[in-house]
């Protein structure tokens, strides 16, 4: 079957680092993103990699390894505003987008 | 621009009734999609507009749901009648394009629960 593993929950401390990863199983595969879910709020798309490698949108980068089936949401600089769920997902083709259970990120004072 | 916007946000219904959530998506946006996540698990696909027709409905559980897009705008889908392991968030989500590249916006979701 198609799938995405992410660990269920990770914690940080307020400024640090924070890597989230994900690696996918899926009979085709365009792209990954990952979306950011306050809770009882709407997810929200972060980014999109289609292509190998590292993209960078201010605090958050997400990067992507095709040959690994494997990619992961680095966040930096953490805020208390980043305690969220953050989910994977990936485009397999058809206009079909399959994601992951979701992240559960807490962030410490 | 507005959002995607849900109704209800949460609804509480008895095993057997039937409930219909709605959705309306951006304007403009062609592709119209329902999610749903049930009990903490990932976000399930469910079916897939263009317009007013279904492109994709390989992710429906069962012939108790039942999605419309009526003039290709707002889309109703229906349980009926809804049994307990329906309960779960159901997203609906629009795009203009490819949904990957462009990215999916959301709405806030409706919490149903049936008991």
């Known amino acids: 079957g198609q799938s995405l593993e992410q660990p269920s929950e990770v914690t940080a401390v307020e400024g640090a680092i924070v890597q989230i990863n994900c690696t996918y199983q899926t009979s085709g595969f365009y792209g990954l993103s990952w979306y950011q879910q306050h809770d009882g709020g709407a997810p929200t798309f972060l980014s999109y990699n289609a292509l190998d490698g590292l993209e960078e949108t201010g605090r958050f980068s997400s990067f992507l390894s095709r040959s690994d089936s494997y990619g992961y949401l680095l966040l930096q600089e953490l805020q208390m505003k980043d305690s969220a769920s953050y989910f994977c997902a990936a485009s397999t083709g058809g206009f079909k987008t399959i994601f992951g259970a979701g992240t559960r990120l807490f962030v410490k004072a | 621009e507005a959002g995607v916007t849900q109704f209800p946000s949460h609804s509480v219904i008895e095993k057997g009734q039937t409930v219909t959530l709605r959705c309306d998506p951006i304007s403009g946006h062609d592709n119209l999609y329902w999610y749903r996540r049930v009990m903490g698990k990932e976000i399930k696909f469910l079916l897939h507009?263009?317009?007013?027709?279904?492109?994709?409905e390989s992710g429906m559980p069962n012939n108790r749901f039942l999605a419309e897009r009526t003039g290709g705008t707002y889309s109703t889908l229906k349980v009926q009648p809804a049994e307990l392991e329906d309960s779960g968030v159901y997203f609906c989500a629009s795009s203009r394009g490819q949904g990957g590249y462009y990215g999916y916006t959301f709405g806030s979701g409706t919490r149903l629960t049936v008991v």
């Open positions: 507009f263009v317009k007013e027709s279904k492109q994709d």
